[in-house]
DNA sequence: GACCGTAGCACTAACGGTTAGCTTTTTGAA
DNA sequence: TTCAAAAAGCTAACCGTTAGTGCTACGGTC
């Protein structure tokens, strides 16, 4: 009972990451699409059914490090200093993730996902989950009072704004459009402004 | 050669309508995802191959009347009145479309595609290209000048506008609040405002 | 009216992701 | 040592989807 202490969860551990490197690396040497979930389970030396125990898709074996995603968002709101306005945290924070996603070492991959529509598909549901994380947290902040519609709104803006600037030419220069932008709109949602 | 004129395209239009009604019909009846392919087919009476010859997948029986949205949404934009600014020929057509999709008749369908996350991936990959469409429309009007990440923007703020409205308790009201943030969005894109 | 190209459809068989059902091994604790 | 549960395994299937092949009905042409 209790906590599973020791070495079962290093074991687990240890295996979910070897089914995610082996995952990747095919992926990468082979193509996502010519690379089948029987191909990885055979050469991370796992059975099938283990892997999906691991991971709920094969799209999932890509986006393996995406709950950091929507923690850092969140965490970007709730974990802001006192009284710092709400916008200028989160374009903080959506250009450290833009920056990490469009550096050189992760490039194959993303060209990977841009690739293929099962994964262009994934990242799109994905962002709709982060949308509506971000909502609550913006929601739920004690120094606004932002309606329902306005911080889903909101929400989804900023989720656009970091899918926008990961794919365009300049990412920089199109993220300070966009929360150019982003800031005018959440400046009408209350007559106050922000916090 | 030429076009196939007369009893060819209605015979194939007639399969397609009643693979279409067929699907719809049992998928209401019976829910998305206990239904097969393979059901529809039969019930339709027409070869598993045929039906796929019509509709490029299971997802796609659901969204049958779904290339309209795209063209009302660019006809809004290239079809509006000389001088009209843009974002109130959007919202007026959003709304519509809302309406339609808020209907009683429609609520069924809706709530199905709700309940059903493959349904749910497959609407949130075609908001994308319509998006798509979108912005290329509003870049290609002739009395703007927006760049090009403007009106990728404000096309995925539009896009998201219906979404929520869509989902909001009070629809109406919800287009109306989003609006008027994607009008304060658009308002800052450019010095000289909408044409 | 006979002829031919092709569009539409059918059928079988498979592929690839995913899951159910059940057994075996490993691990932590009594 | 013993036991319960977690983790991993195997088999066999289900389901959406596609390839390959051939038949039939239609439309245009001579």
Known sequence: MTVPSGRRERKKAATRQKISDTALRLFLERGYDTVGIRDVAAEADVAVTTLFSHFASKEALVFERDEDFEQRLTQAVTGRAPHEPL?????????SLVRHCTADSAAPIWRMIDESPALRKYEESMRLRHAESLATAIAADPGLSPTTTASRTIARFVIDAHSLAREAADPDAALDEIF????AAWEVTGPSGPA
């Open 87 to 95: 916008i200028p945290a989160l374009r903080r924070e959506i250009r």
């Open 180 to 183: 150019r932008m982003i800031e």
